[in-house]
T-cell receptor, first 113, second 114 residues
Framework: GDSVTQMEGPVTLSEEAFLTINCTYTATGYPSLFWYVQYPGEGLQLLLK?????DKGSNKGFEATYRKETTSFHLEKGSVQVSDSAVYFCALRALRGAQKLVFGQGTRLTINP | KAGVTQTPRYLIKTRGQQVTLSCSPI?????VSWYQQTPGQGLQFLFE???????NKGNFPGRFSGRQFSNSRSEMNVSTLELGDSALYLC?????????????FGPGTRLLVL
């Protein structure tokens, strides 16, 4: 079945460091890919998305490129801030026309000043 | 525009009881999905509704059920609660099903089963 694998956390970085959170997926067909972020005590917020191969999603300095050949959608940011501390989820939507999302386990990111 | 609203935010029940959770989507949104979030299993899809019809269902026992009303508000019900049902239940809405649609999540209802 469809699945998403994220790098194990937690991840701790210093402010202004470069961030990479790895995400790979298994799916039939051509899924849409997403990164969601969850701040403490809140629901999920869509961070960025890509709907076809080689698409690059970007938002708030975060980027991820849909790589079909490596079935990956790694999240990157050039210079993280303390306010980026949160849990990040990679997800896919495989069923066309459906809203069902399959999520990775989440990666807790802590940025120290 | 108000976001997705979920009520109640916190709930404590005992084993064997039943519970009903409510979700009000963003105004104009007609598609609602539910997810269960636990530390062990992560985020898992429960159901998806559009125009009062269940379109997809996740791999959960029949104790979990849901419905959607004509005003797009949705409820989910869990009967005969078990300890393992303790979780954060998240609701998400979008304008309609479709590949280009963004899902907006509510803050969740945290259920504790004792």
């Amino acid at each position: 079945g469809d699945s998403v694998t994220q790098m194990e956390g937690p991840v701790t970085l210093s402010e202004e460091a470069f961030l990479t959170i790895n995400c790979t997926y298994t799916a039939t067909g051509y899924p849409s890919l997403f990164w969601y972020v969850q701040y403490p005590g809140e629901g999920l917020q869509l961070l960025l998305k890509a709907t076809k191969a080689d698409d690059k999603g970007s938002n708030k300095g975060f980027e991820a490129t849909y790589r079909k050949e490596t079935t990956s959608f790694h999240l990157e940011k050039g210079s993280v801030q303390v306010s980026d501390s949160a849990v990040y989820f990679c997800a896919l939507r495989a069923l066309r026309g459906a809203q069902k999302l399959v999520f990775g386990q989440g990666t807790r990111l802590t940025i120290n000043p | 525009k108000a976001g997705v609203t979920q009520t109640p935010r916190y709930l404590i029940k005992t084993r064997g009881q039943q519970v009903t959770l409510s979700c009000s989507p963003i105004s104009g949104h007609r598609s609602v999905s539910w997810y269960q979030q636990t530390p062990g299993q992560g985020l898992q899809f429960l159901f998806e509704y559009f125009s009062e019809t269940q379109r997809n269902k996740g791999n959960f026992p029949g104790r979990f059920s849901g419905r959607q009303f004509s005003n797009s508000r949705s409820e989910m019900n869990v009967s005969t609660l078990e300890l393992g049902d303790s979780a954060l239940y998240l609701c998400a809405s979008s304008t309609q099903p479709g590949d280009g649609q963004t899902q907006y999540f509510g803050p969740g209802t945290r259920l504790l089963v004792l």
